[in-house]
């Protein structure tokens, strides 16, 4: 059986000391074959950098996939262009920089598709998921059948949509960018595995990462501000899979939600 774990959205230095902790544990205690980690917004909640992307390998994250923050840092936009294990949406226009899906192997040694894909709804212009992602589905199917997909989505009812018009041809479609996990964890009838959001690996308390005062003042003024990421406690959140490798059905899904105390050092 494959083991795969999907880290939900790294949100700043308290996520990013979350994964530190949690993704070598989790490999560790649950035979982790593959770990897969959104990190869009990993660097000061907006973007990565190359050096925090390095660190994020060295926890043991095979794959980073992201949304439409990926191009916050335009200093990190060059280097989409040198890998294929950092992954812009996948459904940007082909003249974006980077690419959107990879071919990568488990610790197992079975080769396992990932994609990065972004909804429409409330999101900037893309072009369509749907048929964006059949025809990178058919191209990775030609050499394994377990493809997962994080579809970077606003609205539950076209990650829904999604998962649905794909059931049985891919491993798992599991949602991200909201920040707030789901609890709608399921295999769909043809071997799907889904979650609508994965939530986010970050500061507990705040405002989907940003300190509550200014999402707050944001709010009541609608004025603009300048966002700043939240500190103390944070919440490791993501999904683990357990993936027949041979068929590329998913046969479990667990949602995980750690608490991780804040440093005292």
């Not at 795969?4 to 074959?33: K, M, N, T, Y």
């Not at 507990?204 to 300190?211: E, N, R």
Request: charged residues 20%.
């Amino acid at each position: 059986m494959l083991r795969i774990l999907f880290v939900a959205d790294i949100f700043a230095q308290p996520g990013r000391r979350a994964a530190s902790e949690q993704i070598p544990r989790c490999v560790q205690q649950q035979d982790v074959h593959l770990v897969i980690a959104n990190a869009e917004n990993a660097a000061g909640g907006f973007g990565m950098t190359e050096n925090i992307v390095s660190k994020l390998h060295s926890y043991g994250v095979d794959v980073i996939t992201s949304g439409n923050h990926v191009w916050d840092r335009k200093e990190f936009i060059p280097y989409l262009q040198r890998t294929d294990r950092v992954l812009r949406p996948l459904n940007y226009p082909v003249e974006a920089p980077g690419c959107g899906s990879t071919l990568v192997t488990a610790r197992t040694g079975t080769r396992v598709g990932v994609i990065s894909l972004q909804g429409r709804t409330s999101l900037p212009p893309t072009d369509c998921p749907f048929h964006a992602a059949e025809a990178e589905i058919e191209r990775l199917r030609r050499h394994t059948p377990v493809v997962f997909i994080d579809f970077h989505a606003e609205a539950t009812a076209e990650k829904m949509a999604l998962a649905w018009y794909l059931d049985g041809r891919v491993t798992a479609i599991i949602g991200t960018h909201t920040h707030v996990q789901t609890a709608d964890e399921r295999i769909l009838p043809r071997g799907t595995a889904y979650l609508t959001d994965a939530g986010m690996t970050g500061a507990v308390d705040s405002v989907i990462g940003v300190k509550a005062e200014l999402a707050i003042q944001r709010f009541i003024t609608q004025v603009p501000v300048r966002f700043q990421p939240a500190d103390g406690d944070a919440l490791f959140c993501g999904v683990l899979l357990e993936v027949d490798p041979d068929s590329g059905r998913a046969r479990s899904i667990e949602r995980l939600r750690v608490p991780v105390a804040a440093s005292t050092s």
